[in-house]
């Protein structure tokens, strides 16, 4: 079954606009752990943000911030003032429990900014 | 701070050929994981070493990859021989330790071409 659903092959977003790219996962693990990557056209991945499913506040990392809803186990990031370098591919994913669990990766969802 | 280093960062070589990937990772981090991305399968986990001591290697394709961790500095991912099918982006990532919350930290990944 798949764990992390991101359902946006893709989205657009004017500079200067918030975009919000939608994560929903899937687990019966009371801990858990969810992250953010970017991986821009360059290929490398960017780690952006992470919340804890014991968290009591929604994270937040400069412009990015994780709208985090526990009984609808989504996870939806939040772009603030978008910018031209914001472009590029974003990953949501998960780690189950405590000790080693894989980290499991969504489709992720390709953003572009335009002018 | 240096990040996870990888080299080389492109490599393209002919089918048989044997293909040797390298990762540095970041000082102090224990937790060393292989991955590869392709456009059909997304992301792959290969392999994952704590305290240099593989732990799970199986999402290993084939008898053709191996991997090794000799000290807490380098890990090297092995194809032997290669095939077409191998090409991808290979990822090194690396993380302090063992806990659901620990953040991985990737490389730049090496993009592999088997001609």
């Known amino acids: 079954a798949q764990k992390i659903t991101q359902t946006q092959p893709g989205m657009f977003v004017q500079e200067k606009e918030a975009v919000t790219l939608d994560c929903t996962y899937d687990?019966?693990?009371?801990?858990?752990?969810l992250f953010w990557y970017k991986q821009p056209s360059s290929g490398e991945m960017i780690f952006l943000i992470y919340?804890?499913?014991?968290?009591?506040q929604n994270a937040t990392e400069g412009r990015y911030s994780l709208n985090f809803q526990k009984a609808r186990k989504s996870a939806n990031l939040v772009i603030s003032a978008s910018q031209l370098g914001d472009s590029a591919m974003y990953f949501c994913?998960?780690?189950?429990?405590?000790?080693?669990?894989?980290?499991?990766f969504g489709t992720g969802t390709r953003l572009l900014v335009s002018p | 701070d240096a990040g996870v280093i990888q080299s080389p960062r492109h490599e393209v070589t002919e089918m048989g050929q044997e293909v040797t990937l390298r990762c540095k990772p970041i000082s102090g981090h224990n937790s060393l994981f292989w991955y590869r991305q392709t456009m059909m399968r997304g992301l792959e986990l290969l392999i994952y070493f704590n305290n240099n001591v593989p732990i799970d290697d199986s999402g290993m394709p084939e008898d053709r990859f191996s991997a090794k961790m000799p000290n807490a500095s380098f890990s090297t991912l092995k194809i032997q021989p290669s095939e077409p099918r191998d090409s991808a982006v290979y990822f090194c990532a690396t993380e302090v330790g063992q806990s659901g919350t620990d953040t991985q930290y990737f490389g730049p990944g090496t993009r592999l071409t088997v001609l």
């Open positions: 687990t019966s693990d009371p801990s858990y752990g």
């Open positions: 994913a998960m780690r189950e429990g405590n000790g080693f669990q894989k980290l499991v």
């Open positions: 919340q804890g499913s014991y968290d009591q």
